[in-house]
């Protein structure tokens, strides 16, 4: 956990270079390279076609879909603690939060797969980590919850990431709850197809198949 106060800095260039490498430690589309790795050919190619756990899930290898979650959030928590420490504050943002913010966005928007990445869910449920870990701790809570009784994992995610800039501003953590908040919109972007199932009833469940999260 990071305090919420700390030295300021200002942006430099060193600190534009890590938010940039931030963004491409993001982008880095572990459910892919791990699948293809397996022999399970194209991720892109099964289920909803993302790149991330849940899709993973979908071709029945638990190992490579638990593998995926903790390399994806990993990324987000490293990058975020790692900026923390070197740089502070930049104004009333924690630079970590503004590499996270990056990490998150190369996630969904890799160059390396024309910009069509994930959905960012576990690498912002790691920005969040280690950022300020009782927000993301209150998250991850809140995604599991909603996961076991409603089976729904873009649920799970929406209402999880909604939590977290809500509990971030109730303890005062103002900085965590900016973030949080524009990772949330970001979330509800990237999840916009999956409302519109969940409205209509055809979202698939965890565990099944079809194009869901």
């Not at 649920?155 to 973030?179: D, E, K, S």
Request: charged share 10%; proline share 5%; glycine share 16%.
């Amino acid at each position: 956990m990071f305090p919420l106060s700390g030295p300021v800095a200002g942006f430099s260039p060193a600190l534009f270079a890590a938010i940039a490498a931030g963004y491409l430690i993001g982008s880095i589309p572990f459910g892919l390279v791990l699948t293809r790795m397996a022999g399970l050919g194209d991720i892109r190619q099964i289920g909803s076609g993302n790149i991330g756990a849940t899709n993973v899930l979908r071709t029945g290898n638990k190992a490579l879909a638990a593998a995926t979650l903790l390399l994806d959030g990993g990324k987000g928590a490293l990058v975020v603690l790692v900026v923390s420490r070197n740089w502070g504050f930049v104004g009333l943002m924690d630079a970590g939060l503004f590499a996270g913010l990056a990490t998150v966005l190369g996630h969904n928007f890799p160059p390396w797969l024309k910009f069509r990445g994930g959905k960012g869910v576990a690498a912002t449920m790691g920005v969040l980590l280690g950022s300020l870990f009782p927000v993301g701790a209150v998250a991850c809570g809140a995604w599991l919850l909603t996961a076991a009784v409603f089976r729904y994992s873009s649920l799970a995610a929406l209402v999880a990431l909604t939590a977290a800039p809500v509990y971030a501003a109730w303890i005062g953590a103002t900085p965590v709850a900016l973030a949080a908040g524009a990772l949330t919109l970001l979330s509800i972007f990237t999840h916009r197809a999956n409302i519109e199932r969940l409205i209509r009833g055809t979202e698939p469940k965890i565990g099944g198949g079809g194009a869901g999260a």
